[in-house]
Every structure is written in C-alpha cells, then in structure tokens.
Antibody, heavy 118, light 107 residues
Framework: EIQLQESGPGLVKPSQSLSLTCSVT?????????WSWIRKFPGNKMEWMGY???????NYNPSLKIRISITRDTSKNQFFLQLNSVTTEDTATYYC???????????WGQGTLVTVSS | DVQMTQSPSNLAASPGESVSINCKAS??????LAWYQQKPGKANKLLIY???TLQSGTPSRFSGSGSGTDFTLTIRNLEPEDFGLYYC?????????FGSGTKLEIK
C-alpha cells in the first residue's frame, strides 16, 4: 500500500525558505506518475503548487514559479519542496500527493502545518 | 486559470438522507472533474474522477455527474462516516484548481 508522509519545520520566519520532505513507501517514485505538492490555506482554499515527474522533470504553478523548487532523492524515495522568500501568506497545511491519470491526485499524505511568523 | 465555484459551503443532513454538492467551472473542462473527501488526521481520499468514475474503494452510494462547466456530487443513504470536507478539482488543464470546499455535517 502506498503511503506518503510530509515532514519539516512547523515554524518559519518571514523572508526565509520553507523546506519540506515527502517520504514515500509502497511505491518507487521513479516507477511512474507525477509527485505533487499542494497546500491548504486557513479558510480552506486549496492550491496546487507543482510536481516532479518520475523522470525528474518539474512543472510549477505560474503563481509560484519564481519562488518554488521541487527536487528528489531517489536513493531515499523522497521528494522535497523549497519555497523561498516566504511571507505570512504562505502559512498553510502542506500536502504531498501522487498523481494518477490526467492530473488526478490519487494518494495523499496527511499534511503538515507550516506557520510563517517572526 | 480555471476558477471553480463550489456550493454550498456547509451542509447538514441525517443518516439515510441524500445530499448534493455542486461545482461550476469558469470554462468548459469537458468531463475532467475530481471529488475528494478530507477528514482531520487522515489522508485526503480521491472519491471520483473524470466526472463520474468511482475510484477503487469508493462506496457506490457516491456518484458524480456533469460535463462542461456544471458538476454534481451526490451521496445517497448518508452514513455517519461521510462527515468531512469535500472538494472538487478540475483535472483538465494545468494548473489543477480546486473548489472552495463543502463541509458536510451529519446531524
């Protein structure tokens, strides 16, 4: 059974970088599919942030393109999110997910809350 | 980006009843709409994709309909475990975009 688990600091200072890890078990991230990051803001708005494909290519939401980077460590079966120059508006619960056909998000982690505050 | 308008924001119903949640896209997304269930402390669950295709494991009391810009999620014979937050998401084009969510409360 595939499982995804997010981890990382729960508190980040404004102007710093947010870094999160998604650890995947039950499926090898190089075997197929896209591996996404999504976030949910206070108030429940959801935003797809971007993905890294099984081959290592990336695709980002244009709204985040200059601040976001998604990378991976295939030896650990993990992929990562880095979001630069964060502000309080980046406070959200961050989820990682595995894609399926045509941009469907078939498997999700439980999410991790990141608060941006000084 | 495709804007998704989801309604209602909140819903309360009793076990055994049926409820419907609506989602409207700002332009045609063909049949490519997914529905997810979100519950505290649990991973989000994909219920339906491509408008009406049930994900493996989704109970048959869930159904999806619609195409173009207007879609509906219907839950028949509500069970107590159906409480939670429901989202629609268009998966026709990048970036994927979500509705604002519907909180379903079981009376």
């Amino acid at each position: 059974e595939i499982q995804l688990q997010e981890s990382g600091p729960g508190l980040v200072k404004p102007s710093q970088s947010l870094s999160l890890t998604c650890s995947v078990t039950g499926y090898t991230i190089t075997s197929g599919y896209d591996w996404s990051w999504i976030r949910k803001f206070p108030g429940n708005k959801m935003e797809w942030m971007g993905y890294i494909s099984n081959s290592g290519s990336t695709n980002y939401n244009p709204s985040l393109k200059i601040r976001i980077s998604i990378t991976r460590d295939t030896s650990k079966n993990q992929f990562f999110l880095q979001l630069n120059s964060v502000t309080t508006e980046d406070t959200a619960t961050y989820y990682c997910a595995r894609g399926s056909m045509r941009r469907v998000l078939a498997y999700w982690g439980q999410g991790t809350l990141v608060t941006v505050s000084s | 980006d495709v804007q998704m308008t989801q309604s209602p924001s909140n819903l309360a119903a009793s076990p055994g009843e049926s409820v419907s949640i609506n989602c409207k896209a700002s332009k045609s997304i063909s049949k490519y709409l997914a529905w997810y269930q979100q519950k505290p402390g649990k991973a989000n669950k994909l219920l339906i994709y491509s408008g009406s295709t049930l994900q493996s494991g989704t109970p048959s009391r869930f159904s999806g309909s619609g195409s173009g810009t207007d879609f509906t999620l219907t839950i028949r014979n509500l069970e107590p475990e159906d409480f939670g937050l429901y989202y629609c998401q268009q998966h026709n084009e990048y970036p994927p975009t979500f509705g604002s969510g519907t909180k379903l409360e079981i009376k």
